[in-house]
Nanobody, 115 residues
C-alpha cells in the first residue's frame, strides 16, 4: 500500500525557516502531481502548494514568495521549503497525491511559529 510520511516540522520563531519532507513508498512521485496542505486548529484544511509531474508549481496566495515546493526523484521525496515564517503558518502540514485513481495522505507534521 502507498504510504506518505512527512517530517521536518518543529517550533520556529517568526521569520525563521523550515524544510518539510514527504517520502513516498510503493509509488513514484515524479509521475504524479503532489500537493501540500495544512490545517490550523479549528480551521479547515487548506491547500498550500503543488508540484506537477512536469515540474510546474503553484502556490496559495498566502505563501507565494515565501514557500518553495521541490522534488528529489532519486529519493522519491517532495520538499516544502518555508521561509520568513509567520504565526499564521502554524498548522499541521500534510502531503497528498493520487496513485492509480486513489488519493493518499500522510499523517502530517506539526509546524509551530512563535511570535
Amino acid at each position: 500500500q502507498v504510504q506518505l510520511v512527512e517530517s521536518g516540522g518543529g517550533l520556529v520563531q517568526t521569520g525563521g525557516s523550515l524544510r518539510l519532507s514527504c517520502v513516498a513508498s510503493r509509488m513514484v512521485f515524479s509521475t504524479n502531481t503532489v500537493h501540500w496542505y495544512r490545517q490550523a486548529p479549528e480551521k479547515q484544511r487548506e491547500w498550500v502548494a503543488l508540484l506537477s509531474s512536469g515540474g510546474n508549481t503553484n502556490y496559495a496566495a498566502s505563501v507565494k514568495g515565501r514557500f518553495t515546493i521541490s522534488r528529489d526523484n532519486a529519493k522519491n521525496t517532495v520538499y516544502l521549503q518555508m521561509n520568513n515564517l509567520e504565526p499564521e503558518d502554524t498548522a499541521v502540514y500534510y502531503c497528498n497525491t493520487y496513485w492509480q485513481g486513489l488519493g493518499y495522505w500522510g499523517r502530517g507534521t506539526q509546524v509551530t511559529v512563535s511570535s
